[in-house]
């Protein structure tokens, strides 16, 4: 079965700051993608990336990076100078591919406070 | 574009009382999918339509929820009777293509329907 898991509960940082999410994925198939949502105080998930497991290339979209490695399960993600909008609750996410019977598996989610 | 709308956005009942939530998805997208998600923990499947075929309701409790999904549109998800455990965050999300695709595919989620049952 598969399982993400986010060990940081809350981080908080002052405004500026670098700071990286951790998430640790379990999985028994070759192929599945990985995802990383935010959700802000109004509630609605926002997509942020998705990787396939083929594809270990790092990524970086302005002031945000992911870093995916196959050899340690893990998919981070660094938001670089940190601002006080990036304060959310960020969750990491796996599907499975086969038609993605089970849906996303999210994990519990990390709380990042970014304050002034 | 209009994204994925959900209502009520807030409810309030009383236990055994029933209740249901609405879902618009994304115009043109096949695949519909209900979430719960309680407090500090992310949201977890409840079902999958691939238009308005269920394809996956393993995780649906259905001796008090039910959903439906007619004309392969709008969804509704309904419990009955509520019970205190199923105050939650109910999400809807949506996504374009259907089969291997629907694992791939971003989802696009709805604000949700946030449930208390006193």
């Known amino acids: 079965a598969q399982k993400v898991t986010q060990a940081q509960t809350e981080i908080s940082v002052v405004e500026k700051e670098d700071v990286t999410l951790d998430c640790v994925y379990e999985?028994?198939?070759?192929?599945?993608?990985l995802f990383w949502y935010k959700q802000p105080p109004s509630g609605e998930l926002v997509f942020l990336i998705r990787?396939?497991?083929?594809?270990?290339q790092n990524e970086i979209s302005g002031r945000y990076s992911w870093n995916f490695q196959k050899s340690t399960s893990s998919f981070n993600f660094t938001i670089t100078a940190s601002q006080v909008v990036d304060s959310a609750v960020y969750f990491c996410?796996?599907?499975?591919?086969?038609?993605?019977?089970?849906?996303?598996?999210f994990g519990k989610g990390t709380h990042l406070i970014i304050q002034p | 574009e209009a994204g994925v709308v959900q209502s009520p956005r807030y409810k309030i009942i009383e236990k055994k009382q029933p209740v249901a939530f609405w879902c618009n998805p994304i115009?043109?997208?096949?695949?519909l999918y209900w979430y719960l998600q309680n407090l500090g923990q992310g949201p977890e499947l409840l079902i999958r339509y691939e238009n308005e075929e269920a394809v996956d309701d393993s995780q649906l409790p259905k001796d008090r929820f039910s959903a439906e999904r007619l004309k392969g549109v709008d969804s509704t998800l309904k419990i009955q009777p509520a019970e205190l455990g199923d105050s939650a965050v109910y999400l809807c999300a949506s996504s374009p293509g259907q089969g291997a695709l629907s694992s791939y595919n971003e989802q696009f989620f709805g604000p949700g329907t946030r449930l208390t049952v006193l």
């Open positions: 115009s043109g997208h096949n695949t």
């Open positions: 999985t028994r198939d070759t192929t599945y993608y």
């Open positions: 996410a796996l599907s499975e591919a086969g038609g993605g019977a089970d849906g996303l598996t």
């Open positions: 990787r396939n497991s083929f594809d270990e």
